[in-house]
């Protein structure tokens, strides 16, 4: 098995190993995938939350010339194997020298012991329990066994988390077998132990919290930078809490201010009037929209009377068709609705072409013996389209192609079953 450099030193960015296996994961279009075993390694594989490290594995020939491997993924198989993920290959037996991403590891170190610090402030604050945590590229987050939580509760634990990071209280590793730490477990010093056998190895932070933990760990709370909470949402298992550490904090609390600061701009404000002025827009955009319906609805009135007198009585029917391809839907349904409130004797077939799919309408007014969600439910089943509606008004998408050749048969057919002659003088 892999000897683990990081569970004695998670500080430890290079190191020696040998190559001792070496396998092909996968190949795609001529790209194969390299699965590569060190006989030791600082590269962390993915597992309990927290994701793998990535860096490079350096092989030097006996001429002095040099292969770098790309390490893309490492992943630890059932057997407690860890494995590098690199595009090239190494032989079994290649000394190399590797190199992990220093960066990526610290940011791993500082979100995964703030949340080792977060779910023990919740523990003993609210009695919250973390049932599971996830480190993700920028955001990390716990899950806890816990009913709603308190804006000023949420506050309450970050102080506090932050007020112990600035204390700077040590973060140690230490190992004790099953049987001992199970009466700490018992005893309620440690917060959680993994269903294995053997040695346990436990992640303490000073006068706080006791845990099991595989992971990498600052060495002090101080190095955790300061803890953020984001965000709180509800869950199946109780809470969801999002929060951000050491330096994603402080790239995530530039970021907002810079949206502030671009909002404030936009709205000619400071960053402190943003809410008022944001509740001001809101109650203009309202009146706004109940103005401009008004408006609408007048449109459609005066819309409605021109159609119905440009459109005359024919056997006692006035059939009303025509297509808009200005208008959008909710105006040509206001339409047709209106037209038939206007006059007697009316139907309106109206197709609303502005946007795709094209929408036709069918309305009547209410001394017309006739059903428009009936009608054009039969009509468009005849080209394989649906549709349909109440007695009084009904719709359907159509085709392009379509579109004029149902509304000619449509209005052909209603001509058909509506109009009457009017009756010998």
Request: charged fraction near 25%; glycine fraction near 8%; proline fraction near 3%.
């Amino acid at each position: 098995m892999t000897d683990r450099l990081y569970y004695d030193n998670a500080f430890l960015q290079n190191f020696s190993a040998q190559v001792v296996d070496i396998r092909e994961s996968s190949r795609a279009d001529g790209v194969s995938i390299w699965q590569i075993a060190l006989d030791r390694s600082a590269f962390y594989p993915t597992s309990g939350g927290q994701p793998y490290d990535t860096g490079i594995l350096t092989a030097t020939s006996r001429n002095g010339a040099t292969l770098e491997a790309a390490v893309e993924i490492v992943e630890e198989d059932e057997q407690g194997e860890v494995w590098h993920f690199t595009r090239k290959p190494l032989l079994a037996g290649t000394p190399v020298h590797g190199s992990i991403d220093w960066r990526r590891r610290l940011d791993h170190m500082q979100q995964h012991s703030g949340q080792h610090l977060l779910s023990a402030v919740f523990a003993r604050e609210l009695g919250a329990q973390t049932v599971s945590f996830h480190l993700g590229e920028t955001m990390s987050t716990v899950d806890l066994s816990t009913g709603p939580i308190a804006h000023h509760s949420l506050e309450r634990v970050e102080r506090i988390a932050n007020e112990i990071i600035a204390e700077d209280r040590a973060v140690t590793i230490r190992a004790m077998e099953r049987g001992e730490a199970e009466s700490l477990l018992a005893e309620g010093h440690l917060r959680k132990l993994p269903e294995r056998s053997g040695s346990i190895r436990l992640i303490e932070i000073a006068d706080c919290d006791l845990n099991a933990c595989g992971g990498t760990h600052v060495r002090s709370t101080g190095q955790i930078g300061g803890l953020l909470i984001r965000s709180v949402e509800r869950v199946s298992r109780g809470a969801r809490i999002e929060f951000v550490c050491g330096l994603r904090a402080i790239a995530s609390a530039r970021h907002d201010f810079a949206l502030l600061s671009r909002a404030g701009l936009a709205l000619s404000v400071g960053s402190d009037d943003i809410p008022a002025a944001i509740e001001r827009f809101q109650a203009e955009g309202k009146s706004s929209i109940k103005e401009r319906q008004r408006l609408r609805e007048e449109l459609a009135s005066y819309h409605a009377t021109r159609l119905a007198v440009e459109e005359m009585i024919q056997d006692n029917l006035r059939l009303v068709r025509r297509t808009f391809t200005d208008r959008d839907r909710e105006y040509v349904r206001l339409l047709a609705s209106r037209v038939c409130a206007t006059v007697p004797r009316t139907v309106a077939l109206f197709i609303a072409a502005e946007a795709d799919p094209p929408r036709i309408f069918l309305a009547r007014s209410h001394d017309m013996n006739l059903h428009c969600g009936e009608a054009l439910r039969e009509t468009l089943a005849a080209y394989g389209l649906r549709g349909g509606g109440s007695p009084d008004l009904a719709q359907g998408d159509l085709s392009r192609e379509q579109a004029e050749s149902v509304a000619a048969k449509l209005g052909a057919d209603l001509r058909s079953q509506l109009a009457r002659p009017r009756p010998a003088e």
